[in-house]
């Protein structure tokens, strides 16, 4: 099997700090992964540089077979990459509903002057886009919140808001930075039935970075841990549970 995102020595510079050194990690098509590590690990750096954020120093970086070393994040996410962040960023002032909708105009088919003029396939095209986002909106549980402001929902809603844009998108790939941050407990349990819920509606490839452990050991087939920058384990969630390195890194304890 193909990976669907490798990364291959992948080092990234800022200001003679190495922010990631020699990283290397592969996703296969389907697999949910989890990327864990301290605070300043480099884990946001290593989804910065999947996106388009960043361009690596050093290495190759490739998405279903081609590179996408160069490319605009606006271009990675047309290729099939979307990602969620760990300080939420939504359009606050529109509707929860305008936020999905958004996320679809990558996919529309509809000319500018179409839509322009508002004739041929643009209203056709605009309320296909409406349903289908208020059909996301009722899988995370927001459609009775399609009109309301996305600041005024509560921070677990805006979270699952901020999935939901990102499935808008039409991804191969989804990237969750922290999904369950400021989440309580059952909101964490919720979130991980709904991870493993999308991945498989979706037909979707994961990778999460987060510091619940036990949504991380919970829902992950197999994890990345980085130190420094640098990957000092891979493996199963037992294997990691169990690596001497990762229990002195991260995990806690003599190792």
């Not at 922010?19 to 296969?28: E, G, K, M, T, Y």
């Not at 359009?91 to 990558?106: G, K, M, P, Q």
């Amino acid at each position: 099997m193909e990976p669907l995102l490798k990364a291959t020595h992948v080092s990234e510079m800022f200001g003679g700090l190495k922010a990631v050194s020699d990283f290397n990690l592969h996703l296969n098509p389907g697999e949910l992964v989890g990327l864990i590590g301290p605070n300043g690990a480099g884990k946001t750096t290593a989804f910065n540089l999947f996106t388009g954020v960043y361009q690596p120093t050093e290495g190759t970086i490739e998405f279903d077979g081609r590179s996408i070393v160069g490319l605009k994040p606006y271009q990675i996410t047309q290729r099939g990459i979307a990602r969620t962040f760990q300080n939420i960023r939504l359009f606050s002032e529109l509707t929860v509903l305008d936020n999905v909708r958004i996320a679809f105009h990558d996919h529309v088919k509809y000319t500018v002057a179409e839509a322009v003029l508002r004739v041929g396939r643009y209203f056709g095209e605009e309320a296909r886009i409406t349903r289908e986002s208020r059909d996301l909106l009722s899988i995370f549980k927001l459609e009775d919140k399609a009109e309301e402001t996305a600041k005024n929902l509560p921070y677990g809603a805006q979270r699952r808001l901020e999935i939901a844009r990102a499935l808008a998108a039409k991804p191969k790939l989804l990237l969750l930075d922290e999904p369950a941050a400021g989440m309580n407990p059952q909101e964490t349990r919720e979130l991980m039935d709904m991870i493993r819920w999308i991945r498989d509606q979706f037909n979707l490839t994961v990778l999460l970075i987060e510091h619940d452990m036990s949504l991380v050991m919970g829902i992950c087939e197999r994890i990345y841990v980085l130190e420094y920058g640098q990957i000092i384990a891979a493996g199963t969630p037992e294997e990691i549970r169990q690596n001497p390195e990762v229990i002195r890194a991260y995990l806690g304890g003599e190792g």
